[in-house]
Structure formats: structure tokens, C-alpha cells
């Protein structure tokens, strides 16, 4: 199994920048597929973005695609979200998640609150 733990959200303005990371405990990180998810209130959980195990490979949602940068460091065992030029729809809930691409498991971190003042 893997732990996952997210950090680095919080209170910013339209337009502004946060970086959020998620560190990962356990098995070999480098196993996992990771990404990143959202929910707002009232909304059902939402794929933002993804990373390929060797970090090779991106993905993104339409919504943040040119603004939100996911990377890895696999020697940290971290896989960061670099949200630019931030909007009020972008408030919600972001969770971590690993997904094992052998087993189909997936772990979830407990989340991290984004707020987007306008």
C-alpha cells in the first residue's frame, strides 16, 4: 500500500499561483501513475491531472490545461500540482491520488482546501 499526504493549499486571489505537493509513503512510489482530483461543493469528484509513472508523460483536464503544470520527483517520492493564474471556479477540495497500474488499486490522499477569492 501507499500513504498519501497533500499540502500547500490555501487562500489566494483570482490570478495568483499555489503550488501544491503530495508525499507518498509505503510501497515504490515509482510504481504508481499519480494524479490529482477535485471536488467542489456540491460537485462530484473531477480529474485535473496526471502523471506517468516515469514522469514522462502529462495529461490534463480541458478546465486547466495551460495553467496547472503536474511533475514528480521519484527520489522524494512527491508528485506536485503548479496552479497559475488562478480562478474562483477553481476552489474545491484537491485530492492526491495513486493509481497501480498492476492491480488496479488506487489510494487517495485526505486533501488540501483551495480557495480562489474574486
Known amino acids: 500500500q501507499v500513504q498519501l499526504a497533500e499540502s500547500g493549499g490555501g487562500l489566494v486571489q483570482a490570478g495568483g499561483s499555489l503550488r501544491l505537493s503530495c508525499a507518498a509513503s509505503?510501497?515504490?512510489?515509482?510504481?504508481?501513475?499519480m494524479g490529482w482530483f477535485r471536488q467542489a461543493p456540491g460537485k462530484e469528484r473531477e480529474f485535473v491531472a496526471g502523471?506517468?509513472?516515469?514522469?514522462?508523460?502529462?495529461n490534463y483536464a480541458a478546465s486547466v490545461k495551460g495553467r496547472f503544470t503536474i511533475s514528480r520527483d521519484n527520489a522524494k517520492k512527491t508528485v506536485y500540482l503548479q496552479m497559475n493564474s488562478l480562478k474562483p471556479e477553481d476552489t474545491a477540495v484537491y485530492y492526491c491520488?495513486?493509481?497501480?497500474?498492476?492491480?488496479?488499486?488506487?489510494?487517495w490522499g485526505q486533501g488540501t482546501q483551495v480557495t480562489v477569492s474574486s
Open positions: 509505503g510501497r515504490t512510489f515509482s510504481s504508481y501513475t
Open positions: 502523471v506517468s509513472q516515469s514522469g514522462g508523460s502529462t
Open positions: 491520488n495513486a493509481h497501480s497500474p498492476s492491480d488496479y488499486a488506487n489510494y
